[in-house]
Structure formats: structure tokens, C-alpha cells
């Protein structure tokens, strides 16, 4: 059966794609970045960006289109907003734990910078958890 989904429900899932639409915005300035801008990085920077597999930009691509379409998915209440909401978190689990696998992320910026990619994941968990329990209420279709 469904029903409606209320305003509170509405809200979250406006966030979520504000959120996803963000990421998606970092996403394509990372990958568009010209030699010039990647030389004007910190040092550190360079040397992750220098050392980062080219197939992990790929998974970045994936967790944002998958959660930008999630989330617009959620917000029009569709029953595949919860799997491609899933599908963004397996990717930033992965991407985030390529990153401090394959380059030299942790040697550099230590506990600081587990800050961020910890974040990443539990926004992004948050939200297909919020999906998975809209679809669970009945409030997708």
C-alpha cells in the first residue's frame, strides 16, 4: 500500500539532492581540472592526486550519479531510490577505501584526514538508510 509521503519526508529528500548535486559538482570541477590547476595545489595535494588510480575518479562518478539520481528518485517517490542509493554508498565506501589504499592519503594528512571521507559515508548512509525506510512505510512507489 502507499501513502503520501509527508513534508518532513519531503524535506530530507530535497537535502539529499542538494547534497548529491553538490558532490556532483565537485565531482565534474575534479575531473575537469587543467595542469595548471592541479600544479596550484597544495604540495600534498599533487602528491595524492599524482598517486590516485584513474579508476577511482570513475567510482567517484558513479557514487554521484547514482546518488543524484537516487535522490531525485526519492524525491518523487520511486521505489529505486533505495538501490541507487545503495549503489552511491558501496561506491564511496570503495572510493574512499582505494584512496587511503593506494595513495599516500594516510602518511599525509593522518587522523585530520579521515574527517572528511568518515563524513562522506555517513551522509551517505544516512540518507539510503532514510530511502530504505520510506520504501519499508510505503511512501514510494
Given amino acids: 500500500m502507499h501513502s503520501r509521503m509527508p513534508l518532513g519526508g519531503r524535506v530530507v529528500a530535497l537535502t539529499a539532492l542538494l547534497w548529491n548535486l553538490f558532490g556532483l559538482l565537485v565531482f565534474v570541477l575534479q575531473v575537469s581540472m587543467t595542469p595548471e590547476q592541479r600544479a596550484a595545489l597544495p604540495p600534498d595535494q599533487q602528491q595524492i592526486n599524482a598517486a590516485m588510480p584513474v579508476w577511482i ?6 557514487a554521484t550519479i547514482a546518488g543524484t539520481a537516487g535522490s531525485i528518485a526519492l524525491l518523487l517517490a520511486r521505489r529505486w531510490a533505495a538501490p541507487m542509493l545503495l549503489v552511491s554508498l558501496v561506491a564511496i ?29 555517513l551522509v551517505v548512509a544516512s540518507i539510503w538508510l532514510f530511502a530504505r525506510g520510506a520504501q519499508r512505510r510505503g511512501w514510494l512507489r
Fill in 57 to 62: 575518479h570513475g567510482v567517484f562518478g558513479i
Fill in 93 to 121: 565506501v570503495l572510493q574512499m577505501t582505494a584512496a587511503y589504499l593506494l595513495t599516500p592519503v594516510w602518511s599525509l594528512t593522518g587522523l585530520r584526514g579521515l574527517l572528511l571521507p568518515v563524513l562522506l559515508i
